[in-house]
Every structure is written in C-alpha cells, then in structure tokens.
Nanobody, 119 residues
Framework: QVQLVESGGGLVQAGGSLRLSCAASGDTICISAMGWYRQVPGKERELVAM???????NYADSVKGRFTISRDNAKNTVYLQMNSLKPEDTAVYYC?????????????WGQGTQVTVSS
C-alpha cells in the first residue's frame, strides 16, 4: 500500500498563495498518477488536479490558470501551487493516488490539510 502525508495548508487572504506538498511512501513503485481533491462540508469530494508519471496534467475548470500541479518523481512527492486564491477555494485538500492493478493495491488518500481563504 501507499502512505501519503500532506503539508502546507493554512489561512491566507484572498489573492494570496499557498503551496501544498504530499510525500508518498510504501509501495511507491506502484504509483502512476498523483493528484489533489478537495471537500467542503455537505458536498462531495471534487478533483482539483491530477498528474501522471509521464507529466500530463488535468485541472478542474475552477482552478485552471491559478493552480499548478507538479511532481518530483525522485522524491515521490506531488505539489499544488495555489495562486490568486479565492474564498471559494476554502476546503480540506486531500492528496490522492489511484490503485494499481499491477500491484494489486487500492487507492490511497492523505489525511487532509485545511486551506482557508479569507475575504
């Protein structure tokens, strides 16, 4: 299995920036894609950004042009640079690694890190 540890959340004013980090350990050879989801109380968890081991990325429309996902494969770490933050970006952000049929592992989630954007 893969273990994920996030860091970098906090409180920031609207228009500010934060960078989230997520370090993976365990069966890291089984990791293909890595990404970030977020969730607010009463709503479903939603995809924010995802990147594959080959470097392709995709973003939620709501964050395109403001957030950038990047990955250091040597460190098994994924980052989310968040710029021009808005109050509606306030959520708990979760790091995510999909399961691997090759390795027979399930999906992995981080513990979550709170991001709060004040207006």
């Amino acid at each position: 299995q893969v273990q994920l540890v996030e860091s970098g959340g906090g409180l920031v004013q609207a228009g500010g920036s934060l960078r989230l980090s997520c370090a993976a350990s365990g069966d890291t050879i089984c990791i293909s894609a890595m990404g970030w989801y977020r969730q607010v109380p009463g709503k479903e968890r939603e995809l924010v950004a995802m990147t594959t081991s080959g470097g392709s990325t995709n973003y939620a429309d709501s964050v395109k042009g403001r957030f950038t996902i990047s990955r250091d494969n040597a460190k098994n770490t994924v980052y989310l640079q968040m710029n021009s933050l808005k109050p509606e970006d306030t959520a708990v952000y979760y790091c995510y690694v999909p399961g691997s049929r090759f390795c027979h592992t399930g999906a992995s989630w981080g513990q979550g890190t709170q991001v709060t954007v004040s207006s």
